[in-house]
């Protein structure tokens, strides 16, 4: 005997835990519209906390005086940032209204995070005389070559 539950809930557990996450993006999406509707103000609002829930695991691994947060790892950074459009791209891309330019949003908050966790780690390390020519010189080519990549990806609007 027993209460029916058994390997069977727990297919049903699963398969209720992929509907209900299409259900959370059907939601997402019907919400898109009422905001577009609402206007510019509650469009800001909802992408603000949309990139805070994108961008909460990078502040926190490249967070200046943490482990990720060196100029060493600045060309992770930017691989990070790769990765997370590949992912918007395919979780999200049917989500947001294509006039929202979501993935440029996303790289426009990349490219406004980093910039303050970079002049932070280099008003550091410039401090203690400890800003090495070659890890600057590393990170400052990268960094080049990843705005010369954005360019190519949105133009003028990053």
Not at 21 to 33: F, G, K, M, V
Not at 53 to 72: N, T, V
Request: charged content about 25%; glycine content about 10%; proline content about 2%.
């Amino acid at each position: 005997g027993g209460k029916g539950g058994g390997e069977d809930g727990d297919a049903d557990d699963a398969g209720a835990g992929a509907a209900s996450s299409q259900q959370s993006l059907d939601r997402l999406t019907d919400a898109c519209a009422a905001v577009d509707a609402l206007g510019d103000s509650v469009r800001s609002e909802m992408l603000a906390w949309f990139c805070n829930l994108i961008f909460a695991p990078y502040r926190h691994i490249f967070h200046p005086y943490g482990d990720g947060g060196s100029l060493e790892r600045t060309e992770v950074r930017y691989t990070w940032l790769r990765q997370e459009l590949k992912k918007y791209q395919a979780r999200y891309a049917g989500v947001f209204p294509a006039s929202w330019q979501m993935r440029c949003v996303l790289a426009i908050e990349f490219c406004k995070i980093t910039r303050v966790h970079l002049v932070e780690i280099l008003a550091d390390a410039s401090k203690g005389d400890r800003l090495q020519v070659a890890v600057l010189t590393h990170a400052l080519v990268k960094t080049t070559d990843f705005e010369k990549e954005m360019h190519g990806l949105f133009g003028e609007a990053a």
